[in-house]
């Protein structure tokens, strides 16, 4: 019954609009000013400042925070694994969190991966895949980047959803967002090559980025590259 | 009673001789299905093998990319990706303008995956499992595992319909090789306002 009803608040927000395949780009106009606003973000601060941090922050303390940033995302995977029907997924996430908030010093350390318990992130946009919903048009996002229908109703009822948010005593917006921004420096410090390669050197890096995304984004949701992501370049005479 | 027992022996012989019959038949029809899968296997495992090699062997980056040249040519069926990458202008090529454009891509393509692979270095890769795809061949799962930073998956799409057994595509991370490098080919060709030449010189600066 509630599931019906989020799907409903969800396709009121626009998540299922029907879009064919990875050609198909209805806000292309839209999401390219976007772009070239991100990557003018990016090389103005995101880049040099991530490269600072990743030279001035020894790798052992950008691991940690980045982990306790992560930690902090558990409580709200462990209730998506439970919309999503995954018992067993929601258990292991409930149990990272104990293990990692207790023995890992809130979140700093990782043990709960020491002992293979490993990080199983999942989004409302994920619970929404595997309910059903579609994906809908390709979005870029300002500063947050690439996105669609799906995903970016998903943020919006995660936000919702956070059991942390509902704490009597909320761990105050100055940890949140310095835990969140090192984890963001320490992302694009660490695929640096990768994220260089994509945003500087593509012929078309808008998309370039829109084809990763949505590949990457597919292949996570059915477990990795199936039957129906290949092509067959011999037809092409 | 014991006549009875003959039978049932009997009936039981018949039962698998006709259970044996099917097993003879699957073994008949299994080396065909078997083998592409062997192959394609051990086609990854060898080019597995020799990234890593590239990339620990400490060469200068252009003595490196050359070896992943090398690696590419002989692997991957490289005259097939070109072609479909580039799509309907191929059908107006001519055939000098053909070979160049193979030759071309080929070295763009293998300086900059090249280039990408290079930086592994100390990495270790392990082909996890393969499937059979029928008519799109083999596709082989491998895990990249680099020096302290997180694994990440690979796959490739294997085919030995141009005669021998050959890489068709590679997956990073679920992105496929062909659909970047059809939308970077497509952009390439629109900034050189549809010339192939401009499109061939522009792949060699970029290589």
């Known amino acids: 019954m509630m599931k019906w009803a989020m799907i409903a608040v969800v396709c009121a927000l626009g998540a299922c609009s029907s879009v064919d395949g990875i050609e198909d780009d209805p806000y292309e106009r839209t999401n390219r000013a976007i772009h070239s ?3 003018g973000a990016d090389t103005a601060v995101l880049r040099p400042v991530s490269n600072a941090y990743g030279a001035a922050v020894p790798g052992e303390v950008r691991t940690s925070l980045s982990n ?9 995977s462990f209730v998506n694994h439970l919309l999503q029907g995954d018992i067993q997924d929601a258990g292991a996430t409930l149990m990272r969190f104990g293990f990692n908030s207790t023995f890992g010093l809130a979140g700093l350390r990782d043990p709960a991966s020491d002992a293979g318990l490993l990080a199983r992130d999942t989004t409302f946009g994920d619970t929404l895949a595997v309910w059903g919903v579609r994906r809908g048009a390709y979005i870029e996002l300002p500063l947050l980047g690439p996105s669609d229908e799906r995903d970016l109703a998903g943020k919006v009822v995660d936000f919702a959803i956070n059991p942390l948010n509902a704490l009597e005593e909320p761990i105050p917006g100055e940890i949140t967002g310095t835990l969140t921004a ?21 012929a078309d890096s808008y998309n370039a980025q829109r084809i990763a995304y949505l590949q990457n984004q597919a292949a996570n949701l059915s477990g990795g590259v199936v039957a129906e992501d290949l092509e067959d370049p011999y037809a092409f005479e | 009673m014991r006549s009875n027992r003959i039978f049932e022996l009997t009936r039981r012989d018949i039962v698998a001789g006709i259970g044996a019959t099917f097993l ?9 299905y078997a083998q592409s899968v062997d192959n394609a296997t051990s086609l990854i495992k060898t080019v597995s093998a020799e990234v890593t090699r590239i990339a620990n062997s400490g060469k200068a980056e252009s003595a490196a990319l050359r070896d992943f040249r090398t690696l590419f040519n002989t692997y991957a069926d490289v005259p097939t990706i070109a072609r479909s990458v580039l799509g309907p202008p191929w059908r107006q090529a001519s055939t000098s303008q053909k070979t160049a454009f193979v030759e071309a891509f080929e070295d763009y393509l293998s300086a900059k995956y090249g280039r990408q692979f290079n930086e592994y270095r100390g990495a270790r890769i392990t082909v996890t499992k393969a499937s059979d795809q029928g008519n799109k061949g083999v596709l082989v799962y491998s895990v990249v595992s680099p020096k302290g930073a997180s694994p990440f998956e690979v796959a490739w799409q294997v085919s030995d319909r141009s005669g021998s057994t050959r890489a068709i595509n590679i997956f ?7 659909s970047t490098e059809r939308s970077e080919i497509k952009a390439m060709l629109e900034a050189q306002r549809g010339s192939l030449s401009g499109l061939i010189d522009e792949l ?3 290589s």
């Open chain 2, 204 to 206: 060699q600066t970029r």
């Open chain 1, 37 to 39: 606003f991100n990557k």
């Open chain 2, 172 to 178: 990073i991370e679920g992105v496929s090789m062909l």
């Open chain 2, 24 to 32: 003879v038949g699957a073994a008949g029809l299994r080396p065909a």
């Open chain 1, 68 to 76: 306790a940033s992560g930690n902090l995302s558990l409580p709200g």
């Open chain 1, 182 to 202: 090192t984890s963001v420096l320490n992302a694009r410090y660490e695929f640096r090559g990768l994220i260089d390669t994509l945003l500087y050197e593509s």
